[in-house]
């Protein structure tokens, strides 16, 4: 396993990391047994951070992170204000912020959050920037040691990075969504910014693994949020049509050529740009775990292979994406 700065927090994270939305919910049934399994694998492998949220699984993710870290020295970022309306100003005063990080800090068992991350606020509220004071006090008072911002589009992102106490932000980055490698990243490279990864395999496309009449149960968000329903289109499939974005995976087979399997290199192309920290997939189960884990040993894309994605993302995927990104 490699390692790699997270901005200027201090912290040395594996490039390779995980979240645990899948594990918590919105992504079909995770037995608890594999779920533990897959974090104490992923910890044994030399993985040291992980990433969840108060609203995963409604506390489950934060309550398995708990009980799979205890006495191991691992890092864990969680995020708020999901539990609460993201557009009421209410949910951003010192008390409601102050009794979310209380609560996580409940089912985490922890003394203090390392990466607090407000949880894809709409802009308005980074525009007018009030929560990062009270994120300033819960630093403070030693609740949490470091901040960041989880963000749906580019322009929220570079809102962000204009606040001098943000680390890090989390952003939707992949083979089908490459619009932060022209702006975003170079901000984040020059105010020493950490860059965690989500969603790089676009809700699994870009495993090559479905076809375009497959389903998906009720109670996961690749059903029911196909076209935004519940939140922005760009959670699910990467903001792509579902029979589109099959249809743009297929043509993309050949990236796994001498690189084990899609997955593997679709996670090796997040990596292969400096200004990632590390990238954080889903997993439901231990061979999930270790599917994605061997991407630390498949070779990086060429310069030639950089521009073919950039060209196919430019002309083939990019007109298809829903969504503000």
């Not at 557009?87 to 203090?112: I, N, Q, W």
């Not at 004071?133 to 960041?148: F, N, S, T």
């Not at 297929?250 to 400096?274: F, H, K, Q, S, V």
Request: charged residues 25%.
């Amino acid at each position: 396993m490699r390692y790699r700065s997270l901005g200027s927090t201090g912290i040395k994270v594996s490039e390779i990391s995980f979240g645990t939305w899948a594990i918590g919910g919105s992504w079909g049934n995770v037995e608890e047994q594999a779920a533990l399994d897959g974090l104490a694998r992923a910890m044994d492998q030399g993985v040291t951070f992980f990433d969840t949220a108060d609203v995963y699984g409604d506390g489950r993710a934060e309550r398995l992170l708990a009980r799979a870290t205890k006495g191991r020295d691992i890092a864990v970022a969680t995020k708020f204000c999901r539990a609460g309306d993201i557009h009421d100003p209410a949910t951003y005063t010192y008390e409601s912020v102050s009794r979310f990080c209380e609560g996580s800090l409940k089912r985490l068992e922890r003394e203090a959050i390392d990466l607090y991350q407000i949880h894809c606020p709409p802009h308005a509220v980074l525009e007018q920037g009030d929560v990062f004071a009270v994120l300033d006090r819960l630093k403070r008072e030693g609740k949490i040691l470091h901040y960041g911002v989880s963000v749906e589009t580019d322009a929220e992102g570079l809102t962000a990075l204009r606040y001098p106490g943000v680390e890090a932000l989390q952003v939707i980055f992949n083979v089908f969504r490459q619009k932060p490698i022209t702006e975003l990243f170079p901000v984040a490279k020059e105010k020493n910014a950490g860059i965690l990864v989500r969603l790089p395999l676009a809700s699994g496309l870009l495993t090559g693994k479905f076809r375009k009449d497959d389903s998906f149960p009720a109670d996961d968000h690749r059903n029911f949020n196909q076209n935004g329903e519940s939140f922005n289109v760009g959670e699910t499939f990467a903001g792509l049509p579902f029979p589109k974005g099959v249809e743009l995976a297929e043509r993309l087979r050949w990236i796994g050529d001498g690189r084990g399997n899609m997955t593997r290199a679709a996670l090796r192309y997040i990596l292969d740009y400096p200004e990632v920290s590390c990238v954080i997939p889903g997993f439901k189960n231990v061979q999930q775990v270790d599917d994605n884990l061997a991407t630390e040993d498949v070779p990086s894309f060429t310069a030639q292979e950089l521009a073919q994605l950039s060209a196919f993302y430019e002309t083939e995927v990019k007109p298809w994406i829903r969504g503000p990104y």
